[in-house]
C-alpha cells in the first residue's frame, strides 16, 4: 500500500477464484461488524447509467450492449472471455476506475479494519491497496461445481473464466493467510473466527 493509499485501519485483502466462497467469508466477516468493500459492486458503480465508461463500452460495442438503460453484464461476459483483445481494452478502461472507487468507500470505513474482496486482486494493481492477503482456497474440481451451480453457467465457460483468473498455485503464494473452503459453512466460520481475533490483534 503506498503512502498517498493509506489510512489509519488496517484493509485484508481477500480473494479466490471464481466458486471459491468469498461471499461466504465476507458475510462472516461483516457480522462481525467489519466494512467490506466489494470490487465487484464497485465496477458496477462505475458503469452505471450516465457514467462516461458507460457510453465507452456502447461505442465499443453497439448499443446493444444497453439493456433498458443498464450495461447487458452477461453479453458482455461472453464478449471479453471469447476475445483478449477485447478484455484487455476493457480492462484498461475500468480498472483504474474501479481502484479509485475502492479507495474512495476503503477511506470511509469505521471498522477497526476493512475487507477489499476481488476476484481480480492480484491480477490487478488492487493488491497494493490492502496490508495482508487472505485467500479462500478449495479443489479446482470443487470450485467448477459450486460455480455451475451458482451462476447457471456450462462447465466449458466456467473453465475460460478460471483460465483468465490467476492460477491457484501461483494465488497461494501471494497469500499472508489461506482459508480452505471445501467443508462445511461451519467449518469455515470456525476458521474465519481464528482469523478475526488475529486480524484485531494487529490493528
Same mark, same amino acid.
Given at each position: 500500500?503506498?503512502?498517498?493509499?493509506?489510512? *489509519?485501519?488496517?484493509?485484508?485483502?481477500?480473494?479466490? /477464484?471464481? /466458486?471459491?466462497?468469498?461471499?461466504?467469508?465476507?458475510?462472516? #466477516?461483516?457480522?462481525?461488524?467489519?466494512?467490506?468493500? $466489494?470490487?465487484?459492486?464497485?465496477?458496477?458503480?462505475?458503469?452505471?447509467?450516465?457514467?462516461? @465508461?458507460?457510453?465507452?463500452?456502447?461505442?465499443? #460495442?453497439?448499443?446493444?450492449?444497453?439493456?433498458? /438503460?443498464?450495461? $447487458?453484464?452477461?453479453?458482455?461476459?461472453?464478449?471479453?472471455? $471469447?476475445? @483478449?483483445?477485447?478484455?484487455?481494452?476493457?480492462?484498461?478502461?475500468?480498472?483504474?476506475?474501479? =481502484?479509485?472507487?475502492? =479507495?474512495?468507500?476503503? !477511506?470511509?470505513?469505521?471498522?477497526?479494519?476493512?475487507?477489499?474482496?476481488?476476484?481480480?486482486?492480484?491480477?490487478?494493481?488492487?493488491?497494493?491497496?490492502?496490508?495482508?492477503?487472505?485467500?479462500?482456497?478449495?479443489?479446482? @474440481?470443487?470450485?467448477?461445481?459450486?460455480? +455451475?451451480?451458482?451462476?447457471? +453457467?456450462?462447465?466449458? !465457460? *466456467?473453465?475460460?473464466?478460471?483460465?483468465?483468473?490467476?492460477?491457484?498455485?501461483? =494465488?497461494?503464494?501471494?497469500?499472508?493467510?489461506?482459508?480452505?473452503?471445501? /467443508?462445511?459453512?461451519?467449518?469455515?466460520? !470456525?476458521?474465519?473466527?481464528?482469523?478475526?481475533?488475529?486480524?484485531?490483534?494487529?490493528?
Amino acid at each position: 500500500m503506498s503512502k498517498q493509499e493509506q489510512n *489509519t485501519k488496517m484493509t485484508i485483502g481477500v480473494t479466490g /477464484g471464481i /466458486g471459491s466462497g468469498k461471499t461466504a467469508v465476507t458475510d462472516f #466477516f461483516s457480522s462481525k461488524g467489519v466494512t467490506i468493500v $466489494d470490487a465487484d459492486l464497485a465496477a458496477r458503480v462505475v458503469v452505471e447509467p450516465d457514467k462516461p @465508461a458507460l457510453a465507452e463500452i456502447a461505442k465499443r #460495442f453497439g448499443s446493444g450492449i444497453i439493456l433498458n /438503460g443498464n450495461l $447487458d453484464r452477461g453479453q458482455l461476459r461472453t464478449i471479453i472471455f $471469447d476475445s @483478449a483483445d477485447e478484455r484487455l481494452w476493457l480492462e484498461t478502461l475500468l480498472h483504474p476506475l474501479i =481502484r479509485e472507487q475502492i =479507495r474512495i468507500e476503503l !477511506q470511509q470505513a469505521k471498522s477497526p479494519y476493512a475487507i477489499l474482496v476481488s476476484p481480480l486482486m492480484l491480477e490487478t494493481d488492487q493488491h497494493e491497496l490492502v496490508n495482508r492477503i487472505l485467500v479462500v482456497d478449495l479443489p479446482e @474440481a470443487t470450485q467448477i461445481e459450486r460455480a +455451475m451451480n451458482r451462476d447457471h +453457467m456450462d462447465e466449458d !465457460q *466456467t473453465r475460460k473464466i478460471i483460465a483468465s483468473q490467476m492460477p491457484r498455485e501461483k =494465488r497461494l503464494e501471494w497469500a499472508d493467510d489461506v482459508v480452505e473452503n471445501s /467443508g462445511t459453512l461451519e467449518q469455515l466460520h !470456525q476458521s474465519l473466527e481464528k482469523l478475526h481475533e488475529t486480524y484485531l490483534s494487529l490493528v
